[in-house]
């Protein structure tokens, strides 16, 4: 991991940070040599490419990739919206912008690297160390709905919209917001909330480390939604596998259930509530160790263990819905679990 590469222009992210942008990414993130070389590589700004008017600069490109390329693009500092339209070209517009100190020679310093290869486009920031000086490269781009979209930032909300192609979008210190994505594989952020609205995919791979996870229209084969200081709320979902989870948050399902499909709720303090529709079966298994258990739905094959009069103690039900053919897990430790029928 090069925790190196991120430290520039002032803007004081923590090696912490890097470290765990490094961690989230991956193989789909630059190697450590890539990195040195991104630092190492020419000024990509040339003349006549882009406007200047004092604290900020612009700079467009447009890349002919045809209807199914492919986006990667990585950023430092500054927010990232990527929109699926028509056409066979992306469009690039970066706009370099000082927000403390420095002056144009200072936005020149900043790089953008880009290139073009068999419809693959690469777009990459590097800022050099820069004292006293504050500035970021905010992103809007158009792509072909159909084009593949990665997306990495470290200081930055990232935001992308109507695209159907594989979708990869990963943020340390800002918000993750997806709609209209037909092939979602991964949205995370470390210091940040992700919201997805109508999203779709085969595995969905969607997780915080303080923030929260919102989830509305979610469609999946598979999904792992996990924070660990905040709520992971999913509703009018639809998944044949789910495994939802927080360590210090709620955690609320509200959709389907798949014949056959597995799902796992868990939080250690916070709350689980699950209003299920449809007339798919299932087997449950919850317990709590100092909140209640309750479901609204009629279950048969019902084993209770009630909770002592004196001191706390782990209270469990099981029962059947139906014919029993998924299979719901629920645990929380000081929480309260509660199952209401949808309709």
Known sequence: ???????????????????????????????????????????????????????????????????????????????VTVVGGGGDSIAVKAIKRLHRGGGPSDLDRIEITATETAGRVSIRTVFPEMKHVSAEVEFHVQVPAESAVTVQTVSGDVGVEKVTGAVVLESVSGDVTVS????????????????????????????????????????????TLQTVSGSVIASGAACDRAEMKSVSGDVEYSGSLAPGGRYDFKSHSGD??????????????ASTFSGDLSSQLPLSNVRESERPRHGPRTQRLQGTFGDGSAQVDVATFSGSVVLAGGK
């Open 1 to 79: 991991m090069n925790k190196d590469v991120f430290m520039s222009a002032t803007i004081r992210i923590s090696v912490v940070l890097v470290a765990l942008l490094s961690a989230a990414r991956g193989e789909a993130g630059p190697d450590r040599d890539a990195a040195a070389a991104a630092l190492a590589g020419p000024l990509a700004l040339q003349a006549g490419a882009g406007a200047e008017s004092g604290s900020q600069q612009t700079w467009s490109r447009t890349f002919k990739t045809g209807p199914h390329g492919a986006l990667e693009l990585w950023n430092l500092a500054g927010d």
């Open 180 to 223: 209209g994505a037909r092939r979602l594989i991964r949205a995370k952020s470390v210091s940040g909330d992700v919201t997805l609205t109508d999203a779709a995919g085969e595995a969905l791979d969607v997780n915080s480390v303080s923030g929260d996870l919102l989830l509305k229209g979610l469609k999946a084969r598979g999904c």
């Open 272 to 285: 689980i509530r699950l209003t299920l529709g449809g007339s798919t079966g299932f087997a449950l298994s």
